[in-house]
């Protein structure tokens, strides 16, 4: 059995299909005129174009960021192409004039875009390379007063939001990639829920890279008003190829007073082959600001994707007596590496966090979970409790925790808890006394260690996500 | 079936190179109970994980048939499905899995290898009723994870729990009393009794007279340096209950 858990046979991605759709390109290259066109493409606003500009100026100052736990070649950023679109009309009103192939694409990576056939209760804005080709149940939304549509629409329909909350909590020069995606961003999904209004939908964006060579750069912000609620997913997958592709997204959203933001990601971006070879780097930043009093941000996250992952989804809890909570499985193996982790901003009287990291290591795959938890000084009473788990599985992997911890206020309480286990033979064998398969046994008892993150996800989402993870680790552990 | 329920013969394994069973032979028939006794380091426990098919052990010679079948040719979850149950001396914790999940994927694999249909979950929470009872339980266990927090004697129950669950040909109990009080081991033992029917066997592997005195064997065997050194019936557990174990490793040498 010891050679069986060493064995690597890891099933060949599923979602690894290339779309063959006429697109849309700007070559390869960035520059003030490639963000100029990329702006007039989308029927932008001047200001909008402005923004991109002094972005991409700020951009070209900074410095690609190597602090974290990760390897990789150079990226060559004049490589890529900044924006590929299908080639349809450039609005569509129904579904009707959404090109079939389109369709087709979601369909089998199982996001059936059209309404009749969807999950009950889930609207989608689903984004093809650089553009948003559908969202869909927009009407019963709008009833509720619920704007759910591509972030380009929202610039041109919506200007006075998009304006005031843009960047408002992930500045345009905050980072390296978060400046980049400023300048180029193409599409994303924006949503909106108004005062006291509890989304009757889950939200959920599906994000697709097809074509080879571009970068998918989305930029997604989301408001709740007070009083109101929403829970949004996002899901992600791109084809098989040699290349490195890169994904560098940014998410923002807004509580204000009473709010709620929940926010699930299952990320299954291509993570290579075996060897290493190709798969996503996503590098993102996902910053959630809880800006009223008692509002409530949650980040729940199940990455199981790229070849390189890093990402910090955090919480800035300005807002007196306001809540972050972030869930979170990463899962490496073969050789991708993830460096992932959280935020959590601490400015408001008596607010609260919660940090659930689980790490889950198999092949040679290395997993870093990286959080800070900052109490500033006014935060008078602030709660902290984290906790962050590694799984190991076989000896060729590697797990590494770096929680960093600023306390400025002496009120704050603070609880930390961290342990590393291994997938054990006897572990595994028990489960086969008892007659369950190697598989079976695997598949149990990393369920069972990541049950606290899926328990927070909406419940379609929780069954996948124990797929994709039986997917992912398949072939791991004989 | 009308051999034995277990044959073993001639049988040798070793773990890490170091050889610890070293020709054991031994059967076991339908609606026996057989206890294994020994000193420390005498191979009992080795017999069990041989028997159930744990990796750390090779075997190196001999053969063992369990109901008609070569019982080494097949993998531990196969001798688990046809019906060769271990109780852990060290039963493992399994974190986030409740036991009343994982038991029902264990007697649903089991009942699938028999050709009988899986039990839903409404259906066998009906039929671990009883048996929860049986162990002196009662529902708030199956809501724990696997083992998790459990202390020495309530992992001992639950293994206990899992076998009146699978119902399995032929238990293997290892050390199931050690670390047991008193009340506790009366509850295990008179669950292991009332277990026993004619169709099915317990092989009994203990340090100690006392869980004998609850569970009548029909036979019991002195392992020691990897060999049974002598059998017999009922009385020998309590001659070495007496006399301890060095007169027969003197026996044995000679």
């Known amino acids: 059995m010891t050679q069986g858990i060493e064995a690597q046979v890891l099933r060949p991605y599923k979602y690894g299909f290339v779309t063959d759709i006429e697109s849309d390109a700007v070559p390869p290259g960035l520059s003030e005129d490639v963000i100029r066109l990329i702006s007039q493409k989308k029927g932008e606003p001047a200001w909008m174009l402005e923004w991109r500009l002094r972005a991409f100026r700020q951009w070209l100052a900074m410095k690609e960021p190597h602090w974290s736990n990760v390897t990789y070649g150079p990226v060559d950023y004049q490589a ?91 500045p345009h020069n905050d980072n390296f990639f978060a400046a980049l995606n400023s300048a180029v961003f193409t599409d994303g999904s924006f949503a909106y829920i108004p005062k006291g209004v509890r989304c009757p939908l889950e939200l959920s964006t599906y994000f697709r890279i097809n074509a080879s060579s571009t970068g998918q750069f989305e930029r997604t912000l989301i408001v709740a008003d007070a009083g109101s609620y929403v829970s949004y997913l996002e899901g992600c997958s791109a084809p098989m190829r040699d290349e490195n592709q890169l994904h560098a997204a940014v998410v923002e959203l807004v509580a ?172 595994i064998f028990y489960c086969k006394q008892r007659g369950l398969s190697a598989e079976d046994a695997v598949s149990m008892i990393v369920n069972g260690f990541c049950r606290e993150v899926f328990k927070e996800l909406p419940m379609e989402f929780a069954v996948e996500a124990q797929r994709l993870l039986g997917i992912s680790l398949e072939g791991s552990v004989g | 079936m009308t051999g034995p329920l277990l044959q073993v013969r001639g049988l040798h394994a070793e773990v890490e190179g170091r ?153 293997v109990l290892d050390e199931t009393d050690s670390g047991l009080d008193i009340d506790a081991l009366k509850t295990v033992a008179g669950a292991v009794v009332e277990l026993r029917r004619p169709d099915n066997a317990t092989l009994l592997i203990t340090h100690y007279h006392r869980i004998l005195a609850h569970v009548a064997p029909d036979w019991v065997h002195v392992l020691a340096a990897g060999r049974i050194v002598k059998s017999g019936r009922r009385e020998l557990a309590l001659e070495l209950e007496e006399r301890g174990y060095d007169w027969l490793r003197e026996e044995a040498a000679v």
């Open chain 2, 19 to 171: 050889e610890i069973l070293r020709g054991i032979d031994l059967e076991v028939r339908a609606g026996e109970v057989h206890a294994i006794m020994g000193p420390n380091g005498s191979g009992k426990s080795t017999l069990a994980q041989v028997l159930a098919g744990h990796p750390a052990y090779a075997v190196t010679a001999g053969s063992v048939r369990f109901r008609d079948q070569d019982l080494l040719a097949l993998k531990p979850e196969e001798r688990a499905r046809a019906g060769l149950f271990l109780a852990f001396q060290y039963p493992v914790a399994i974190r986030g899995i409740t036991n009343a999940y994982f038991l029902r994927a264990a007697l649903n694999a089991v009942r699938q290898a028999r050709g009988e249909e899986p039990l839903g979950p409404v259906e066998f929470m009906d039929a671990l009723a009883d048996k929860v009872k049986l162990i002196g339980w009662d529902d708030s266990y199956l809501q724990r994870s696997v083992n998790e927090g459990f202390s020495g004697g309530e992992k001992k129950r639950n293994e206990i729990l899992q076998l009146a669950v699978l119902e399995p040909a032929l238990a």
């Open chain 1, 80 to 170: 890529i192409s900044y924006y590929s679109a299908p080639k349809q009309k450039a609005t569509v009103e129904s579904l009707d004039q959404v090109d079939p192939k389109l369709l087709e694409t979601f369909e089998k990576l199982g996001i059936p875009l059209a309404e009749q056939q969807r999950l009950a209760g889930v609207a989608v804005d689903a984004v093809f390379d650089s553009v948003s080709v559908a969202t869909t149940f927009r009407e019963t939304l709008a009833k509720q007063g619920v704007i759910f549509c591509s972030i380009s629409e929202a610039i041109r329909t919506y200007p006075e939001l998009v304006r005031t909350y843009l960047g408002s909590v992930v």
């Open chain 1, 256 to 427: 204000l007073d009473d709010a709620q933001i929940k926010y699930s990601t299952i990320q299954n971006w291509y993570p290579g082959d075996e060897a290493g070879r190709g798969g996503i780097y996503n590098f993102v930043t996902k910053r959630g600001k809880c800006l009223g009093r008692n509002s409530k941000i949650s980040w729940t996250q199940v990455e199981t994707g790229s070849a390189i992952t890093w990402k910090y989804p955090g919480c800035i809890l300005q807002g007196d007596h306001s809540v972050g909570e972030f869930y979170s499985v990463a899962v490496t193996n073969n050789r991708q590496q993830a460096d992932t982790g959280t935020k959590m901003i601490h400015l408001g009287r008596n607010t609260r966090s919660t940090i659930v990291s689980k790490g889950i290591s198999a092949g040679r795959g290395q997993n870093t979970y990286r959080g800070l938890v900052k109490i500033l000084k006014g935060a008078s009473h602030a709660r902290n409790y984290s906790q962050c788990d590694s799984m190991l599985i076989g000896d060729q992997c590697g797990a590494h925790t770096f929680p960093y911890i600023d306390v400025r206020n002496s009120t704050a309480i603070m609880e930390h808890e961290a342990s590393t286990s291994k997938i054990g033979e006897d572990q």
